[in-house]
């Protein structure tokens, strides 16, 4: 089997690991202003591009 001759530094290892963080999901704002992610239905209202997709009950 294989085997490393030398230890990774430090350095050595934080570049290699220095695109594995996570990024934040981007948010866009509703009509009805609620955020929500880009290319879904919105869940507070149920429209998309302004068109209604789901129809909301309010079971209160």
């Known amino acids: 089997m294989a085997n490393p001759k030398k230890r990774t530094s430090k350095s050595k ?3 290699r690991r220095s695109h594995h963080h996570l990024e934040a ?3 866009i ?3 009805c202003g609620e955020a ?3 290319h879904t239905v919105c869940p507070a ?3 998309y591009k302004d068109k209604q997709y789901l129809r909301r009950e ?3």
Do not use: A, I, Q, V
């Open 13 to 15: 290892k934080g570049m």
């Open 25 to 27: 999901p981007n948010f």
């Open 29 to 31: 704002y509703c009509s």
């Open 36 to 38: 929500t992610l880009p």
């Open 45 to 47: 209202c149920g429209k």
């Open 58 to 60: 309010d079971n209160e």
